[in-house]
């Protein structure tokens, strides 16, 4: 279904809040950096940093689903809040398995019949970038409000420390993963605003006009790469190649320009250039540093005024 003009709200939204989550991600991100660049002087120490942060990280993700289970007691299994039954969100004649993780959750029985079940946040945390990017982006499988926040407080919080460690890994699929969390968590806020669910019989029912979460999921993805890459026209291609829908196509710009300005009111570097910037890399800006600007060729340059020939040879060159 094409999404409503009600949407243009939703994209105003994530795309200020993903402009400013970019640029905050910059920020604190470069004052990291900038940490680790003074302490960590030998290669040992930037291997040891990124063993201990590997050990943190998936630390924090395994607790994260532990305490829910510690803390729901039997509700954990029986509830249908954390485990759920596996592939039961399939499409009729389809034959395709969801990528689940089942973790701490026991098989179930329903009308005599026995059903493997998963662990809703632990298929979250744990499964591959590709597969969770899928899930968010997927109206196939329900993704609780509160597993989205976890998952959102937890990549974002780690992504500001761990980008720039001494690993062959980059910021891209990250912040599709952050966004789309942002997505889901402003998904069930925005149908509760435009299309609040009816009561029918004393039961409430959906309303047909409600905008699905893998919506808000490609918007929010596109704002928070807007906002930390600083991307414009090639980010809209890449995400409406993506989506493969042109309904999505004035949603997407409209979020992604906003981002862009709300994130450039904070800092207007992408995160690219200042990690070249960090590392000391030269480069060659499209413009002059807003220090040198008022610099003319008499304050670079001495006499005598050195000159070569139209073709100079290499011993000329080098006297």
């Keep these: 279904m094409a999404p409503d003009m009600d949407c243009l709200f939703g994209a105003l939204v994530i795309g200020v809040v993903g402009g400013l989550l970019g640029a905050i991600f910059i920020r604190v991100n470069n004052n990291v950096n900038a940490i680790r660049k003074k302490i960590l002087k030998t290669k040992n120490l930037k291997i040891l940093e990124g063993l ?20 729901a007691g039997d509700s954990y299994q029986t509830s249908g809040r954390f485990c759920d039954i596996k592939n039961f969100t399939l499409p009729a004649g389809s034959t395709q398995e969801i990528q689940t993780r089942t973790f701490l959750c026991e098989p179930k029985v329903v009308d005599g019949k026995e059903y493997d079940q998963y662990d809703r946040l632990a298929t979250l945390m744990f499964e591959s970038q590709p597969n969770t990017i899928k899930a968010f982006m997927s109206n196939q499988r329900v993704l609780l409000f509160r597993n989205s926040i976890i998952f959102f407080v937890i990549w974002y919080s780690f992504t500001c420390i761990t980008s720039g460690t001494m690993t062959p890994a980059g910021i891209f699929l990250p912040c599709i993963l952050i966004g789309c969390a942002l997505g889901q968590v402003y998904a069930p806020l925005h149908n509760k605003m435009f299309h609040p669910d009816k009561i029918i019989d004393g039961k409430d029912v959906p309303d047909p006009r409600s905008i699905q979460n893998s919506f808000f999921s490609i918007l929010g993805a596109t704002a928070v790469l807007s906002g930390a890459t600083r991307m414009t026209f090639a980010l809209a291609v890449v995400m409406l190649e993506t989506t493969a829908s042109v309904d999505l196509f004035l949603p997407i710009i409209f979020t992604l320009f906003i981002s862009y300005g709300t994130g450039t009111i904070l800092i207007n570097k992408s995160v690219y250039l200042s990690a070249i910037r960090m590392k000391n890399i030269p480069l060659l800006g499209k413009s002059a540093p807003s220090l040198n600007r008022s610099l003319t060729a008499f304050n670079i340059m001495h006499s005598p005024v050195v000159t070569f020939p139209f073709i100079a040879k290499v011993d000329k060159v080098y006297e």
Excluded at 52 to 61: K, W
């Design 52 to 71: 201990i942060l590997a050990v943190i990280t998936c630390t924090v993700m395994y607790m994260s689903v532990t305490i829910l289970y510690w803390v």
